[in-house]
């Protein structure tokens, strides 16, 4: 057999393994439908985040005002609360067991807030300024809570794990092809550039745009004016000096396109709102 046949085939049959572990490893976004690649272990990531997050608050320092630091904790009571709600709603009460929330307001200059996988929640002072209140903060919160309940930590793992063996399957491949040592490593450079931009920051795109959307729900579910997201928004492109620049190379939508898709979103959480 030629180098380029045993090339073609290690090729076919590493890459059909591939495949059929991603076809076979689905699960879907609670609110949105969308098949999402699964093949990470919630439990392992949520015990890895839980002592990430131990550390991180042990380090702090944590805020002493205590009423911002009140209002993160009220504020993410009643988001979490909406969050456990919306996945009852949409046939996910089992995964409620796996969340253990946790609220809170680190001093720093950093204008931020993050959630990690299982409910562990941080926010930095330095968005404050921003939310200017309870419907600001409930706009980060949901938008956080989302990114966990929609299980986007468990796919971006899952979409790096399945590129490490593509690139395996294409290394190996072009091992058994016979190439040079020039041609794989151009191929290598190939491989890795091609699924960074094709695959894993449009997937962090459609992450963020995503989060926007469960989060207005979750706001409205939990009482907030989901119109207050839009405010904000505008707030923090005006800070930031209206990020106008490409989408292609960023993991977040750009501003205008952020607030452009709340507004889109809008009618489906003010109907909750209403209710």
């Known amino acids: 057999m030629t180098s380029s046949r045993r090339l073609a085939t290690a ?27 699964s093949l990470v272990s919630d439990s392992e990531l949520n015990t890895m985040a839980a002592t990430q997050y131990s550390q991180m608050v042990k380090q702090g ?36 067991s ?39 903060v409930a706009t980060i919160m949901g938008h956080e809570v989302a ?9 971006r793992a899952s979409q790096q794990l399945m590129t490490s063996l593509g690139a395996s399957a294409l290394s190996i491949g072009l091992g058994v092809g016979g190439a040079s040592q020039f041609t794989g490593d151009m191929a290598m450079a190939a491989y890795g550039l091609g699924s960074e931009v094709g695959i894993l ?12 959307r469960i989060g207005l729900s979750l706001m409205a579910m939990a009482g907030y004016n989901p119109a207050a997201a839009v405010a904000f928004w505008q707030r923090m492109s005006e800070a930031s000096g209206g990020s106008k620049g490409s989408d292609f190379l960023s993991t977040h939508p750009s501003d205008a396109k952020r607030i452009a898709n709340i507004e889109k979103f809008l009618p489906e959480a003010e109907a909750r709102y209403k209710k």
């Open 147 to 155: 990114h966990a309940i929609a299980h986007h930590s468990r796919e």
């Open 201 to 212: 920051l449009p997937f962090s795109r459609a992450h963020e745009s995503e989060a926007d």
């Open 98 to 136: 796996t969340y253990s929330w946790e609220f809170n307001l680190i001093e720093s200059s950093d204008v931020n807030a993050f959630c990690m996988p299982g409910g562990k929640v941080a926010f930095y002072t330095g968005i404050l300024p921003y939310t200017q209140g309870e419907e600001g």
């Open 11 to 37: 090729l076919k049959l590493l890459m059909a393994m591939v495949l059929i572990m991603g076809l076979t490893a689905c699960a879907t976004v609670p609110g949105t439908g969308r098949s999402q690649l």
């Open 61 to 96: 320092p944590l805020s002493k005002n205590k009423k911002d630091t009140a209002m993160i904790k009220s504020v993410g009571s009643k988001i979490s609360k909406a969050a456990e709600s919306f996945l009852t709603e949409h046939g996910r009460a089992a995964e409620i």
